[in-house]
């Protein structure tokens, strides 16, 4: 089993910055890729980037360039660095974890462990 809790979540201004954490535990070594997902309301669940074990990152159309992510062994932890927000970003914003595959999947269903999630609301 992995457990996954998102943190960092907040409200920002249109423009601004924010950093989301996800700490990592229990079989952290069978995990082959770790991804961030998003879902504003009434739409479905959107690939936002992932993280390959190996080191490579993946990244949607919509954040390459104003999104990052990152991640720090020592901690188990990952980090998602999002710059130059809009509205269009708020959302509520998931990471998850599989232990199975080739590659970083943009696919929800790939994934098979999901932190609670946390809210980033973007004011313009």
């Known amino acids: 089993q992995v457990q996954l809790v998102e943190s960092g979540g907040g409200l920002v201004q249109a423009g601004g910055s924010l950093r989301l954490s996800c700490a990592f535990s229990g079989r952290t070594f069978s995990i082959y890729s770790i991804a961030w997902f998003r879902q504003a309301p009434g739409r479905e669940r959107e690939f936002v980037g992932g993280?390959?074990?190996?080191?490579?990152?993946y990244y949607a159309e919509s954040v390459k360039g104003r999104f990052t992510i990152s991640r720090d062994n020592a901690k188990n932890t990952m980090y998602l660095q999002m710059t130059s927000l809009t509205s269009e970003d708020t959302a509520v914003y998931y990471c998850?974890?599989?232990?199975?595959?080739?590659?970083?999947?943009?696919?929800?269903?790939?994934?098979?462990?999901w932190g609670q999630g946390t809210q980033v609301t973007v004011s313009s």
């Open positions: 998850a974890a599989t232990t199975k595959g080739s590659g970083v999947s943009p696919s929800w269903y790939e994934y098979a462990y």
């Open positions: 993280l390959h074990w190996s080191g490579s990152t």
